[in-house]
């Protein structure tokens, strides 16, 4: 098939990952694959880096007015959609494939001009998470562009069922909603190291690692697990890794120096996505302390993929890959000391760590959780609307 990929996505992070990851399953399943986006597509050593962002868009952000710029991004839909309009004309593509972002209107425009298949790709309910976290200016607009959107599309692919539940709720019908999750590169993953070499590469070859990936925020809560690495339930060898950068790091690393901890905890800063593996080999205990209720985190299938002894928190969202005792410990994030008494029991566990980095690592396949599963339900979901006699557009009513 002719894919026209579209997105709106400048930030170098996990959602770089997500891009970049499809577009080359996509390509090595054999399709072509057209990319319309800011700057174009990016080199392949351009790739994402794990805990960076673009500096130039929240300088933006921050010195514009909220209306100003929010005004701005739905200005950007005219300019994306004549690109998209461009690229349609050359490519003549089988389907439009875009990642949702707020006040993006190109792809529907362009699906009710030229009736071509239109799939939606939805990692978060945008106008909710940004009046809930930045502040939006003109809310009513921000939601009638998502609903419209929303609703426009022929599929809408939101990454977990509990973001699906919130997308049918704004008037998305049940058999227009197919969830797929994040997923893995099992190729770029089995290059990793043995945990030993991992370990011994850091220079903590006897250590207990506990680890935690990402651009790591306030909200994540590893100000708990730095607390908990004083205290004594914490085995004189542990060692915390954080792999990645954020806005909450200089806070983080006060509270460690202001604990005396050291070099018992310690940031990578921002590294290429090529070297996470080589870190996450090194975890014993694999962090996600805290997750936003209708995330899919790209985190987990990295744990997931290299075996690691996960401590999460139980909720729906997490539920839906995660089974507590089987592939991961999951506490309750309202009970006080929980995530701490499981950081304890799995400390010194190494039988348990070992069981439930089996059941981690079996969960990749029993799940088909990886990029190229992913393109495969993509690309069956693009040729069955394709190959309908009709296609029909959901209600776009204001």
């Known amino acids: 098939m002719k894919i026209l990929y579209h997105h709106r996505t400048a930030s170098k992070d996990g959602q770089a990952v997500h891009i970049e990851e499809m577009i080359g399953s996509l390509r ?12 174009g597509e990016s080199a392949p050593e351009d790739k994402a880096r794990m805990g960076d962002d673009v500096g130039w868009v929240q300088r933006l952000r921050a010195r514009l007015p909220k209306w100003v ?31 949702y972002n707020l006040y993006l209107l ?5 699906r009710r001009r030229t009736g071509l298949p239109f799939l939606l790709e939805v990692n978060a309910p945008l106008a909710d998470e940004r ?15 998502e609903g419209v959107v929303w609703r426009g599309a022929d599929i809408v692919l939101p990454v977990t069922r509990v973001l699906g539940d919130m997308v049918a709720a704004r008037g998305v019908p049940d058999d227009r909603l197919v969830v797929v999750p994040n997923g893995i590169n099992e190729e770029h993953f089995a290059a990793a190291p043995t945990p030993a070499d991992a370990k011994a590469a850091l220079g ?39 792999v990645g950068d954020g806005p909450a790091r200089a806070d983080l690393e006060a509270l460690a120096s202001e604990l005396k ?5 310690r940031f990578t800063g921002v590294i290429s996505r090529d070297d996470v593996p080589r870190h996450v080999a090194a975890f014993d205990i694999a962090l996600q302390p805290a ?67 089996e059941g981690a690592l079996a969960t990749i396949h029993r799940l088909n959780l990886t990029w190229l599963g992913n393109a495969e339900r993509v690309v069956a979901l693009a040729r069955s609307l394709r190959d309908a006699p009709a296609s029909t557009l959901g209600d776009v009513k204001v």
């Open 28 to 39: 090595s399943l054999g399709h072509e694959v057209m990319v319309v986006a800011p700057g």
């Open 204 to 242: 903590w070859t006897d250590a207990l690692v506990l680890g935690f990936t990402g651009f790591v925020r306030d909200w994540h809560g590893m100000d708990r697990v730095i607390r908990w690495m004083a205290s004594a339930s914490a085995p004189i060898n542990a060692r915390l890794l954080l």
């Open 291 to 357: 997750v936003v209720a209708y995330a899919s985190p790209l985190k987990l299938f990295e744990y997931l993929a290299l075996g690691k002894a996960i401590v999460a928190p139980r909720q729906p969202n997490i539920e839906e890959v995660l089974e507590d005792n089987r592939n991961a410990l999951l506490f309750d994030p309202a009970e006080a000391g929980a995530l701490e008494g499981l950081l304890a029991r799995l400390a010194n566990d190494a039988a348990l760590r070992q069981r439930l980095g």
């Open 131 to 145: 009046e809930r976290f930045g502040g939006l200016a003109l809310p009513r607009l921000a939601r009638w562009a």
């Open 69 to 99: 710029y929010e005004l701005l991004e739905l200005g950007y839909s005219l300019l994306a959609y004549r690109r998209l309009a461009r690229a349609a004309r050359d490519f003549e593509p089988d389907a439009i494939y875009e990642r």
């Open 106 to 110: 190109a792809g529907l425009l362009l």
């Open 261 to 265: 901890l050291g070099d018992r905890v």
